[in-house]
């Protein structure tokens, strides 16, 4: 299934010494797909242009850090950033069907849906 949206907002939050201004990003599209490696369900989001390299640039910053994916406030993953992202494409597992990826897809491209991206603090 795939999902398309002109823009998307994606306010991302960074933990340095301060607390940091939310950052926006846009989303070309996410598309729900299975793992090729665990076969379970994933959604694959495409970042537009300019938010490839803010998104790439927070998890150069943020490398062995937890993060929390948040969608209108609901968790949706809380994964560990173990390289470096500035392919333009992120990947969010930790579905177990994929009839929940699909319905968190749809929320994320929904016109007026906040996601965060959060360090998540020690």
Known sequence: ??????????????????WAEPLILS???AEVGESLVTEEPVIRVRLSDESTTAFGE???RNIGLQVEIRVDGTVVSAPVIRE??????????GFNEAED?????????????TVEVEVLGD
Do not use: H, P, W
Not at 6 to 14: G, K, P, Q, R
């Open 1 to 18: 299934m795939l999902i398309r949206t002109s823009t998307f907002a994606l306010a991302v939050l960074t933990v340095s010494a301060a």
């Open 27 to 29: 989303i070309d599209t």
């Open 58 to 60: 927070f998890t150069e």
């Open 84 to 93: 470096s992202i500035f392919g333009g494409y992120v990947e969010i597992t």
């Open 101 to 113: 990826a699909t319905g968190v897809a749809e929320r994320m491209t929904t016109d007026g849906v």
